[in-house]
């Protein structure tokens, strides 16, 4: 059998390319001017949505459209201020090198002869950015890509020795002060006036962009326990965040202004929104031959495990695979929430091997209310070994990585209300900013998207405008919406006059046929 699920070619949609521009100059005559803020050293701390990540990488173009810089930019405008400088990447690739050896891939590039055929693939190139060659001096730009909430007060989470081994962040370890250093500690060190805060997404994104693969560490402070892909618990995300925002704003730390930015909903982002659930093709043999295939496990092994009380009549029903002749067929998946029946099955009266029960242990058929991964798309109806029949997503179901069930999803909006409710506490108890992200790019994601500042941007994939190729980061229009609604929250906050940023003449996605 072949692949049945094919990547996803992008439609010719509007997809535009602009020069940014990092200046608006004054035509109405009206006066720009800090308010009660002090934008005279900035210093914005985060992970990648604020390191400029884009396209699955961090690149230079991807830096310098970063929203910090943005924000520096219209801040020079309103008074002098200090460089605002950044941790550049060697080039446009993307990718790193430790030791020499590739680490990191390059960036995805929307590769194709027309908008019609195109399809992001990873840019063919070698990256030039090696992880041991440190940068020196201090940056503004303290965004960390991967880093997590707690990672911020981490000591040593910029080692180089700790890389290979996943102690420490690559990211981290081409600009961290000294081996022990902490990200805040060197954020604290440059004495900021004014500062960003956009932590807390990786704290429950991971969980979500693996899958579910990891667990929600209720109750754990100890982040040593932490796997990489676990929530974090919802009480220490609070402390951690608190401790950050009263080292940068408190009386008893730099007093320094600022806004926050809460968490997103991460099932708005179109990585969850270009894999169907329901795609694979099906002549009307081949889904005879599944249907008898399934058949015993459908009209007898179910009915009899809910006759024993081993699962209920409904779970039964649920459990139950039918294929059909035609293009939408949905998924086979192990959801790690129902019943495992493997042990049972392998008993009287089923007596089935070990590998088959495996299979029917949690077995069920996705529905419209699971997620797929933009990840899983190659993998969906890949063979297993050189077996035809054994074909992921069909007889064989998708693992806990490749499925984000309903039930996670819940787990995932709870915690992230809790994340947000902390943020919104703390903004008020320090008399910060705060930007609703979370609010935003729920409209962006919403039918149509949002015409913003006449400019019609949306979470639909490439060509929506809001998106890069990676499915999570921004592009560079999108990052420009965030520092506009960040510019909005200043003037209101601070009584300030700062420049708007014009998000029409920041670029989206092109073509790149330089594709691997």
């Not at 900035?42 to 992970?47: E, I, P, S």
């Not at 939408?328 to 042990?343: A, K, Y």
């Not at 529905?367 to 993998?379: Q, R, W």
Request: hydrophobic share 40%; net charge negative.
């Amino acid at each position: 059998m072949k692949n049945y699920f094919k990547y996803i070619a992008v439609l010719a949609l509007g997809i535009v390319s602009c020069e940014p521009e990092l200046e608006n100059s004054i035509e109405d005559g009206g006066q720009y001017s800090n308010g009660s803020a002090d934008f005279s050293n900035y210093v914005a701390l985060g992970n990648s949505l604020t390191a400029g990540f884009a396209d699955g990488a961090l690149y230079i173009s991807g830096q310098q459209n970063s929203y910090p810089n943005i924000l520096a930019s219209k801040f020079a405008l309103v008074q002098d201020t200090d460089e605002f400088t950044q941790p550049l990447m060697n080039d446009n690739i993307g990718g790193l090198l430790l030791g020499g050896t590739q680490i990191q891939q390059p960036r995805f590039v929307l590769g194709g002869e027309s908008l019609e055929t195109a399809r992001p693939a990873r840019y063919n190139g070698t990256p030039t950015t090696e992880v041991g060659a440190k940068l020196s001096g201090s940056f503004n730009n303290m965004g960390v890509p991967g880093a997590k909430s707690y990672h911020l007060l981490a000591p040593g989470y910029g080692n180089i020795a700790g890389v290979a081994t996943g102690m420490a962040n690559p990211y981290f370890a081409r600009f961290a002060s000294a081996d022990n250093a902490t990200v805040l500690g060197d954020a604290l060190a440059q004495q900021p006036t004014f500062f960003t805060l956009w932590i807390g997404n990786n704290d429950v994104l991971s969980f979500a962009t693996s899958g579910g693969a990891g667990v929600y560490q209720e109750n754990i402070t100890d982040f040593t326990q932490y796997g990489p892909n676990d929530i974090t618990d919802a009480n220490a995300f609070a402390f951690v965040y608190n401790s950050l925002v009263s080292q940068l704003a408190g009386e008893d730390g730099l007093g320094a202004e600022g806004v926050l930015i809460n968490i997103p909903n991460v099932t708005d982002i179109p990585f969850f929104k270009v894999v169907p659930v329901n795609p694979i093709p099906l002549d009307a043999n081949t889904a005879a031959a599944l249907n008898a295939q399934f058949g015993a496990y459908n009209t007898q092994i179910l009915p009899g495990l809910a006759q024993m009380g081993v699962i209920t009549e409904a779970e039964a029903n649920s459990r139950k695979i039918t294929f059909a002749e035609g293009p939408q067929n949905f998924v086979t998946i192990r959801d790690e929430n129902l019943t495992d029946i493997s042990g049972i099955l392998q008993g009287e009266p089923f007596n089935l091997d070990p590998q088959t029960a495996g299979l029917l242990g949690q077995l069920r058929q996705a529905t419209n209310a699971d997620l797929i991964p933009l990840t899983s798309s190659s993998f969906i109806g890949s063979q297993v070994g050189d077996n035809p029949m054994l074909i992921n997503g069909v007889s064989v179901p998708l693992g806990d990585e490749h499925v984000l069930t309903a039930k996670e999803q819940e787990l995932v909006a709870q915690v992230t209300a809790q994340y947000n409710g902390a943020i919104a506490t703390i903004a008020q108890n320090y008399s910060l900013g705060l930007v609703d992200a979370n609010q935003l790019l729920s409209q962006i994601a919403g039918d149509g998207g949002l015409t913003y500042q006449g400019v019609q941007i949306s979470s639909r994939f490439v060509s929506g405008g809001a998106f890069s190729l990676d499915g999570v980061h921004l592009t560079p229009r999108g990052y420009a919406v965030i520092a506009n609604e960040i510019v909005k929250e200043i003037n209101e906050t601070y009584e300030a006059n700062v420049p708007a940023v014009d998000v029409g003449t920041y670029s989206t996605i092109t073509l790149n046929n330089n594709v691997q």
